[in-house]
C-alpha cells in the first residue's frame, strides 16, 4: 500500500485530481493506494475557507478505483483539531492559507507509519517508487532543496510541498508537537515549513529531481508547480499551476503531461455535469 496524504480545502480539488492522475499514470506497479485528504471548514475566516465537500470527495474516489479497486481516499475533517490547536494565533494568516498548518496534525490523527505528503500543485513525470520506496531509517523525514531558499536562506534549507514522512520517528521525537508550538506562540515568515525546520532533529536531503520547482527534466520525478520567478520580457513572479493547460503549454512549453491534463479535462467536465444534475434534481424535488 502507497499512503498519500494531500492538505486543503474545496479549492484544491483541480489539484488533487491532476496530481492524483499523474502518480497513478506514471507509476508501474499495481499496488493499491490510499490517499489522505485533511481538509476543514475556516469559512469565519474567508468564505471560500469551505472543507473538501462529499461529492468531490465521491467522484475522486470513482477516477482512482478505475486504476485499482482496493485504491481508495480517506477525507479527514480536521476542523476541531485546528480550534483546539490554531484558533487566533499568530500565523492564521499564513502566506498561503491556514490549509498549510493542517499536515502538522499527522501526528494526533491514525495514519501510517510511513506516509507521502504533497502539495496539491504537483506533477509526477516518473514512477512514485522511486521516492516512496527511499528507506528513511532514523531520519524523520525526506525532502528535497528549495529552489530559491538553498540560495536565499541556507544550502539545506529544503522545501516542504513534497515530504516523505517518517511518522514513527516523528512521534517519538516530538517534531510536529515541537512545529505547533512554534506556529501558536512566533510568527514565522513561512509558518509551517519554517516551523518544521526549525523543529527538526535528523532530515534526509533528496536531490532536486523528487521537487523541481523550476525545470522539468527527464529525469525529473516530481515537478512542483510553485510560484516562480521570470526573467522575460520583464523580471515577475507568477503562479502558473498544472491545472492551467494553456498557460502550462505557452508559457512552460510543457506536452509531457498532456495525456494528464486531457483526462482532467475530459473528468473536470464529466463531475461539473454532474454536479448541475444533482442540483437540478434537488430543485424539482423542492418544486414537488
Not at 499514470?25 to 499496488?31: G, N, V, Y
Not at 499551476?241 to 491534463?261: A, E, P, R, T
Request: aromatic content about 14%.
Amino acid at each position: 500500500m502507497v499512503n498519500i496524504l494531500f492538505c486543503g480545502n474545496s479549492g484544491i480539488f483541480d489539484g488533487i485530481l491532476t496530481s492524483a492522475l499523474s502518480i497513478l499514470k506514471r507509476t508501474e506497479s499495481k499496488e493499491p493506494f490510499t490517499f489522505y485528504i485533511f481538509t476543514m471548514d475556516l469559512s469565519r475566516l474567508k468564505e471560500s475557507y469551505l472543507p473538501i465537500n462529499d461529492s468531490q470527495t465521491e467522484f475522486f474516489q470513482e477516477v482512482i478505483k478505475e486504476y485499482n479497486q482496493d485504491n481508495r481516499a480517506v477525507k479527514i475533517d480536521v476542523t476541531d483539531i485546528y480550534k483546539e490547536e490554531f484558533s487566533g494565533c499568530p500565523n492564521e494568516d499564513a502566506y498561503c492559507s491556514p490549509y498549510t498548518l493542517i499536515r502538522l496534525f499527522a501526528d494526533k490523527v491514525e495514519l501510517p507509519q510511513k506516509i507521502l505528503y504533497l502539495d496539491a500543485d504537483i506533477m509526477f513525470n516518473r514512477d512514485i517508487h522511486l521516492l516512496y520506496d527511499i528507506d528513511l531509517g532514523e531520519y524523520e523525514y525526506a525532502a528535497a532543496r528549495d529552489h530559491y531558499g538553498k540560495y536565499l536562506v541556507s544550502p539545506n534549507y529544503i522545501n516542504a510541498g513534497v515530504v516523505l514522512f517518517n511518522l514513527k520517528k516523528m512521534r517519538e521525537n516530538g517534531i510536529l508537537e515541537k512545529a505547533r508550538k512554534l506556529i501558536k506562540t512566533k510568527k514565522l515568515i513561512f509558518a509551517d515549513q519554517s516551523a518544521i525546520i526549525r523543529s527538526t532533529t535528523k532530515k534526509m536531503v533528496l536531490p532536486q529531481r523528487f521537487n523541481d520547482q523550476k525545470f522539468l527534466h527527464r529525469h525529473t520525478v516530481v515537478r512542483h508547480f510553485s510560484k516562480r520567478l521570470f526573467w522575460l520580457p520583464f523580471p515577475h513572479t507568477d503562479n502558473i499551476k498544472q491545472w492551467q493547460v494553456s498557460k502550462v503549454h505557452k508559457v512552460f512549453g510543457y506536452y509531457q503531461f498532456d495525456d494528464i491534463l486531457y483526462d482532467y479535462i475530459y473528468l473536470r467536465e464529466k463531475y461539473q455535469r454532474e454536479v448541475k444534475e444533482y442540483e437540478k434534481d434537488s430543485s424539482d424535488i423542492l418544486c414537488v
